[in-house]
């Protein structure tokens, strides 16, 4: 079944501590990103990868980090994560072009 | 100014209504835009997809584009109870792997 596999589904952790979501699609899409998605915001893009090593930074890239060293996978990383990056963050790919994209089901983190 | 604006509701409905959803957008340069539908717990799923002016059927949806006015509509005849869902407008200018969303408008269709 083609899909969009994100862990953790749910993520509580501290201020500062060191994170990592993981994301991989099984339809050898070249193009990934990683939104967050906050109440009366909408979906906004943090970062995204055309293809293998080649990533840009999004609308909201502050915070993050991300690295696409295989095609099937694109991990965010937060590296001292703050409370206002508590949110909800989906990881989403794409073929060539302006393919849809395919989301995954999300993760939910909240930073205390 | 948001690229792309939509009214996030919530718009509630009864059962077998005519649903008008409507987004608005900024840059001239948008070609491609979608419609996706998320439910709760859920990730967006892609709904409905146009490239320029025009319209698109596809079953019970039907989406709109209105370039002149930088208008996107989607319409969901015979609503049903199962549509209930937040629906998301997004819009992207080429291959720039930039796609830009509107703020999803919550639907409840109640029976």
């Known amino acids: 079944e083609a899909q969009v596999t994100q862990n953790p589904r749910y993520l509580i952790t501290v201020t500062g501590k060191k994170l990592t979501v993981t994301c991989s699609q099984n339809?050898?899409?070249?193009?990934m990103s990683w939104y967050r998605q906050d109440p009366g915001l909408g979906l906004r893009q943090i970062y995204y990868?055309?293809?293998?090593?080649?990533?840009d930074k999004g609308d909201v890239p502050e915070g993050y980090k991300v690295s696409r060293k295989e095609k099937r996978n694109f991990p965010l990383i937060l590296e001292s994560p703050s409370p206002n990056q508590t949110s909800l963050y989906f990881c989403?790919?794409?073929?060539?072009?302006?393919?849809?994209?395919?989301f995954g089901n999300g993760t939910r983190l909240t930073v205390t | 100014q948001k690229e792309v604006e939509q009214d996030p509701g919530p718009l509630s409905v009864p059962e077998g209504a005519i649903v008008s959803l409507n987004c608005t957008y900024s840059?001239?340069?948008?070609?491609?835009f979608m419609w996706y539908r998320q439910y709760s717990r859920k990730g967006p799923e892609l709904l409905m997809y146009?490239?320029?002016?025009g319209n698109k059927e596809d079953g019970r949806f039907t989406a709109q584009v209105d370039k002149s006015s930088k208008y996107i509509s989607l319409f969901i005849r015979d609503s049903q109870p199962s549509d209930s869902a937040t629906y998301l407008c997004?819009?992207?200018?080429?291959?720039?792997?930039?796609?830009?969303f509107g703020q999803g408008t919550t639907l409840q269709v109640k029976p």
């Open positions: 989403a790919s794409g073929g060539a072009g302006n393919s849809p994209l395919h």
């Open positions: 146009t490239y320029s002016s």
């Open positions: 997004a819009a992207c200018s080429g291959n720039t792997g930039k796609l830009i």
């Open positions: 339809m050898n899409h070249e193009y």
């Open positions: 990868s055309m293809n293998v090593e080649v990533t």
């Open positions: 840059n001239s340069a948008f070609q491609y």
